[in-house]
């Protein structure tokens, strides 16, 4: 009987889950909707996004995980058994080993909080890996060889950034500043500029469809409804992507900065890999248009994103297991 094997990229934003032998199986939100009264869970994933800044007085959607740590352990150990068991069926004859990924600063406890819940959820083996070398596995990195790579995976709420040489982080940071951090910038810059007051998939949207971090020669246009703060009704305006890089300046510094920390105390001989061989962006958050022309720009390195930056971190914990099986079948 074949072991299952799981990956799980437990992320603010999204939770992502890859098993042995069928790659990313599934993607959802990492959203629970559950009943005031009762306690009782009413939905999880993309069916409790869709009742995001829609709730009744009986509901109530939360988000599980903040900041890339659990907030809310019950609601995350339900959100994980639902995945688990969605992925792999209901015929589960053997319980599943299970690598999740935690950002690269995590605390003891907040790792102890992910392993505790990865165990409740149904979990025979728990293996814990940092972002950063799950997403240069993902991303096709051979990180066992003697060089220098620096990641920055870009989530829903951190960004990591390492540098990576001989299968192991050799200088890192973890800034609580990423995806979901965007959505609030363009949240607050519509109410600042122009008294609008949107919700956060509204803000979402506006990021993804003209959202950017480096100004374009050619801007983009969108029309972003909410309600004006002024007169309290409904209110329809048009903003431009010239806008969108300027609300998420500040944000987007905050990135290149940690990016520039890391490179100051980078070893010279990784330095001088990086350099050489650049700066691989991973995670939703680097689908940002313009990040990489703003890293090139301050860092004076060539900046590229992984084919398939969403699912890097969760393709790297799956096949991290699958090594680790590897290891123990041979042993």
Same mark, same amino acid.
Request: aromatic share 4%; net charge negative.
């Given at each position: 009987?074949?072991?299952?094997?799981?990956?799980?990229?437990?992320?603010?934003?999204?939770?992502?889950?890859?098993?042995?032998?069928?790659?990313?199986?599934?993607?959802?939100?990492?959203?629970?909707?559950?009943?005031?009264?009762?306690?009782?869970?009413?939905?999880?994933?993309?069916?409790?996004?869709?009742?995001?800044?829609?709730?009744?007085?009986?509901?109530?959607?939360?988000?599980?995980?903040?900041?890339?740590?659990?907030?809310?352990?019950?609601?995350?150990?339900?959100?994980?058994?639902?995945?688990?068991?969605?992925?792999?069926?209901?015929?589960?004859?053997?319980?599943?080993?299970?690598?999740?990924?935690?950002?690269?600063?995590?605390?003891?406890?907040?790792?102890?909080?992910?392993?505790?819940?990865?165990?409740?959820?149904?979990?025979?083996?728990?293996?814990?890996?940092?972002?950063?070398?799950?997403?240069?596995?993902?991303?096709?990195?051979?990180?066992?060889?003697?060089?220098?790579?620096?990641?920055?995976?870009?989530?829903?709420?951190?960004?990591?950034?390492?540098?990576?040489?001989?299968?192991?982080?050799?200088?890192?940071?973890?800034?609580?500043?990423?995806?979901?951090?965007?959505?609030?910038?363009?949240?607050?810059?519509?109410?600042?500029?122009?008294?609008?007051?949107?919700?956060?998939?509204?803000?979402?949207?506006?990021?993804?469809?003209?959202?950017?971090?480096?100004?374009?020669?050619?801007?983009?246009?969108?029309?972003?409804?909410?309600?004006?703060?002024?007169? &309290?009704?409904?209110? @329809?305006?048009?903003? +431009?992507?010239?806008?969108?890089? #300027?609300? /998420?300046? =500040?944000?987007?510094?905050? %990135?290149?900065?940690?990016?520039?920390?890391?490179?100051?105390?980078?070893?010279?001989?990784?330095?001088?890999?990086?350099?050489?061989? &650049?700066?691989?962006? @991973?995670?939703?958050? +680097?689908?940002?248009?313009?990040? #990489?022309? /703003?890293? =090139?720009?301050?860092?004076? %390195?060539?900046?590229?994103?992984?084919?398939?930056?969403?699912?890097?971190?969760?393709?790297?914990?799956?096949?991290?297991?699958?090594?680790?099986?590897?290891?123990?079948?041979?042993?």
């Amino acid at each position: 009987m074949q072991q299952a094997d799981i990956g799980i990229d437990l992320g603010t934003a999204s939770i992502l889950v890859y098993v042995r032998g069928k790659g990313v199986v599934l993607k959802e939100p990492s959203v629970v909707a559950f009943n005031k009264e009762s306690g009782k869970v009413q939905a999880i994933g993309e069916d409790a996004r869709l009742m995001l800044g829609k709730e009744n007085n009986n509901i109530q959607v939360v988000r599980p995980l903040r900041k890339g740590v659990i907030s809310d352990y019950t609601v995350t150990e339900s959100m994980m058994k639902y995945f688990i068991q969605k992925a792999l069926g209901k015929r589960l004859i053997r319980k599943p080993r299970i690598a999740v990924c935690v950002p690269s600063q995590v605390t003891e406890v907040e790792r102890k909080a992910v392993e505790d819940a990865t165990y409740q959820a149904g979990a025979r083996e728990v293996e814990i890996i940092e972002e950063p070398i799950a997403a240069a596995i993902g991303a096709g990195i051979d990180i066992f060889k003697p060089c220098g790579n620096m990641i920055v995976d870009i989530g829903g709420g951190t960004t990591d950034i390492a540098v990576i040489s001989l299968g192991d982080t050799v200088v890192s940071a973890s800034i609580k500043v990423a995806g979901d951090d965007f959505d609030e910038a363009i949240v607050r810059h519509m109410r600042k500029k122009h008294n609008l007051l949107i919700g956060e998939r509204t803000a979402e949207d506006a990021k993804i469809k003209i959202g950017t971090a480096f100004r374009r020669s050619e801007p983009d246009y969108m029309d972003v409804k909410g309600r004006n703060l002024v007169s &309290g009704l409904p209110n @329809t305006i048009t903003i +431009s992507s010239d806008e969108m890089e #300027e609300a /998420l300046k =500040e944000t987007t510094s905050q %990135i290149v900065e940690a990016i520039h920390s890391v490179l100051e105390i980078t070893p010279p001989e990784l330095a001088a890999d990086i350099a050489d061989r &650049g700066i691989v962006l @991973t995670g939703g958050g +680097s689908l940002l248009r313009g990040l #990489e022309e /703003l890293i =090139e720009h301050h860092t004076g %390195i060539n900046t590229m994103t992984a084919e398939d930056p969403m699912t890097a971190v969760a393709i790297g914990t799956g096949k991290y297991v699958e090594f680790l099986a590897g290891l123990r079948d041979n042993s």
